[in-house]
Nanobody, 120 residues
Framework: QVHLRESGGGSVQAGGSLYLTCAAS????????MAWFRQVPGKEREAVAN?????SVLYADSVKGRFFLSRDNAKIFLRMNRVRSKDSGWYYCAAGPGFCTWRRDAFPYWGQGTQVTASS
């Protein structure tokens, strides 16, 4: 079993920065693909970025060049720069074995989420 704990959400002015952290606990979590997804009411949860166990990162087109994902074993860090109002939503950390993918069903473990509110 893997448990995920997110932290770092909050309110930010558009154009500002936020820093999200997700810590995973579990026997093999340091080898898992870990990812951030986000969701706004009425819309499907969408992928933001993922990182594999050797540090290879993939970003959604909407955040490329603004968000930066890094990893230290079973902890991941999302630096959100030049935040836009469209980045608002609940951000969820996810973890799963195997290769990194954008598919939500590839991630059996999810955190409770942390809310990001960007005001213009």
């Amino acid at each position: 079993q893997v448990h995920l704990r997110e932290s770092g959400g909050g309110s930010v002015q558009a154009g500002g920065s936020l820093y999200l952290t997700c810590a995973a606990s579990g026997s093999t979590s340091e080898r898992f693909c870990m990812a951030w997804f986000r969701q706004v009411p009425g819309k499907e949860r969408e992928a933001v970025a993922n990182i594999d166990n050797v540090g290879s990162v993939l970003y959604a087109d909407s955040v490329k060049g603004r968000f930066f994902l890094s990893r230290d074993n079973a902890k991941i860090f999302l630096r959100m720069n030049r935040v836009r109002s469209k980045d608002s939503g609940w951000y969820y950390c996810a973890a799963g074995p195997g290769f990194c993918t954008w598919r939500r069903d590839a991630f059996p473990y999810w955190g409770q989420g942390t809310q990001v509110t960007a005001s213009s």
